[in-house]
């Protein structure tokens, strides 16, 4: 379950691949291929593992705190899908 209060990080089976949308992440252990929509959000999934929670990483981040909610939210699918996971 996502807690925006721990700290999160890409997971090692995880490849990001750049698209003009943003990116494609494939999971290479479960297979599966996630759209990565906004080039914002692949800024930030590359750079949770050097923040202590999500909340740094998107006080951090160019992200306007209006959109935190929807980012957290990205976050919180990511960690379902296994692209993002606690560390």
Avoid: K
């Avoid at 990080?9 to 990116?23: K, N, S, T």
Wanted: hydrophobic share 45%.
């Amino acid at each position: 379950m996502f807690d925006a209060a721990r700290p999160y990080r890409l997971d090692a089976q995880v490849a990001i691949r750049p698209e003009p949308f943003g990116a494609l992440a494939y999971h290479y252990g479960n297979r599966r291929l996630t759209f990565l929509r906004d080039p914002l959000l692949v800024d930030l999934v590359r750079d949770l593992e050097h923040h202590d929670d999500v909340d740094t990483a998107l006080a951090a981040s160019p992200i306007p705190p209006a959109r935190w909610p929807a980012f957290r939210r990205a976050l919180a699918a990511l960690t379902a899908s296994e692209v993002i996971g606690a560390r």
